[in-house]
């Protein structure tokens, strides 16, 4: 019962969008859809989403050959440097460039962006599936004759297909999703236009009506991700072990993709973090402590509450998928992967609107707001609470439960103590995602309740660059401890 309700109010914004525009007339939908300004949005969008994940998809699935496959020195330090600017989120990213080039905008400089921002998305699956991948199949090609650019395009890049697919959808669904950026890069894109349509004119109809031309955007995506992945099978099933693969030797082109990765690295990571660093120096004597505080408490505030929230939420559902599993569980618990394909500015929308109309009181309320986080974020939690359930004996339950012990006193004396660090996983995910969290804050945040986010916007939004960088350095400092999680099971493994 608990995981339908969790399911079902994760599924609320998608419902309210679909109910809104089923009950519109044609005429209303022609007139608020059917307009010259949403063909130039939809173009913006493919344009930017076309790019960007092909982009993306490039440097990632390169980076992954490169540090995974090759002689390339370094390896462990890239392992780290290729992940980190995950760390930085993408407003961020924008800002750095912006604030140091002011003429990187539009298509070139959100392309630029978000590539930056976004590319670790693809590198890390892949890299993931490459040190996975039996070599056999690939001694088996050479032995053919084929070189070795025949054999990484016929035999490894169809192996690579699910995690490039995976890694692509990831950040097509950033890409819709993303507002901060690419309005700092004066590049109008949906989430943009529903933005400044909803703060213009509080008309929510043109916004819910540009929102549900987003989750058809959205869909058609996970739909393009489904066919792209296809049903081929790629797991080994032969006799045997399979063994790691032989590193291709760079020879003269080891310092040529040394170099690569180091401008990559520059690029994504070394240009951000250095704006920071200047607009610290140059801002240091005119920033208040006070309100830096008072926002960093708020952030801290927001996001220790959300990973409590949301952790609990996922609690049924992954109880529900190990412990009981079936068509019915599984239905549900993939129905909260919904939240996280939604746009912020989607979400936001949807709970203003359904608050003013049903439940006035919790309009611009904390609760409103912890209620967006667990709807966008609650996927990240059930992913970590559900593995670590799924390594707990249910042998254990059973004997508590032998022993007389209540449900709940099982849960609390036996289940809990067991999948302690899958929670503690789950909460930091979370945790880092509402801390940096800006375009559903905007919305949602009580009169006077600053974030970090919110304060770095209002700050560069005016161009006062020096006033803005430190709430971003606090910004990027909370989010880097999970962004090295990412990064320690890789180091194992070349380890071993």
């Known amino acids: ?15 309210f969008v679909v109910f809104y525009v089923a009950t519109s007339s044609w005429t209303d939908i022609e007139q608020l859809v059917l307009r010259p300004r949403t063909a130039e949005l939809l173009g913006n969008t493919a344009l930017l989403l076309g790019g960007g994940v092909l982009t ?41 460039w912006v604030s140091l080039l002011p003429g990187a905008t539009g298509y070139g400089g959100a392309l630029l962006v978000v590539t930056l921002s976004y590319f670790p998305l693809v590198y890390l699956p892949v890299a993931a599936a490459l040190r996975g991948l039996d070599p056999a199949l690939e001694e088996a090609a050479c032995a053919l004759g084929r070189g070795p650019l025949r054999v990484f395009s016929a035999v490894v890049l169809p192996q690579l297909r699910p995690a490039v697919a995976g890694g692509c959808l990831l950040v097509g669904l950033h890409l819709l999703a993303e507002f901060g950026a690419l309005q700092m890069l004066r590049f109008p894109t949906f989430t943009v236009a529903i933005y400044e349509q909803y703060q213009s004119s509080f008309n929510g109809s043109a916004a819910t009506m540009l929102a549900a031309v987003l989750l058809l955007c959205c869909l058609l995506l996970l739909l393009a991700e489904l066919r792209l992945r296809g049903r081929a099978r790629y797991a080994r099933v032969g006799a045997g072990s399979a063994r790691p693969a032989p590193r291709a030797r760079l020879r003269a082109m080891t310092l040529p993709a040394t170099a690569g990765l180091g401008l990559l690295t520059v690029l994504a990571l070394g240009v951000p973090l250095g704006s920071l660093t200047y607009w610290l120096l140059q801002g240091s004597v005119t920033v208040a402590l006070g309100p830096l505080g008072t926002a960093a408490a708020s952030s ?38 919904f939240g996280n394909a939604l746009p912020g500015i989607v979400v936001a929308l949807a709970l203003v609107t359904i608050s ?141």
């Open 356 to 496: 003013i109309r049903i439940a006035p009181g919790l309009y611009q309320t904390i609760p409103l707001v912890v209620a967006a986080y667990a709807i966008l974020f609650l996927p990240r939690a059930v992913v970590s609470v559900r593995a670590a359930l799924a390594q707990a004996p249910p042998l254990l339950d059973d004997v508590a439960h032998s022993l007389g012990l209540s449900p709940l006193a099982r849960l609390r004396r036996v289940t809990l103590p067991l999948i302690a660090p899958g929670l503690g996983a789950g909460a930091a995910l979370v945790f880092v995602a509402a801390v940096t969290e800006l375009t559903a804050t905007l919305l949602l945040a009580p009169t006077g309740t600053q974030t970090l986010a919110t304060q770095f916007w209002a700050y560069s939004d005016s161009l006062a660059y020096g006033s803005a960088a430190p709430y971003a350095a606090v910004m990027v400092l909370l989010s880097a401890p999970a962004t090295y999680l990412l990064t320690r099971d890789p180091e194992r493994t070349a380890a071993a």
């Open 56 to 96: 993306c998809a490039v440097l990632g699935t390169g980076a992954a050959w490169l540090v995974e496959r090759t002689t390339v020195p370094g390896r462990r330090l890239w392992r780290v440097l290729l992940v980190a600017p995950l760390a930085v989120p993408a407003f961020v990213n924008s800002y750095a």
């Open 1 to 15: 019962m608990l995981g339908v309700l969790v399911a079902l109010l994760v599924l609320l914004p998608l419902a």
């Open 300 to 337: 801290l505030g927001l996001g220790a509450t959300a990973a409590v929230v949301t952790v609990a939420l996922a609690l049924p559902l992954a109880w529900l998928d190990v412990r009981r599993p079936g068509r019915l569980t599984t239905l549900i618990e993939r129905s909260t992967y």
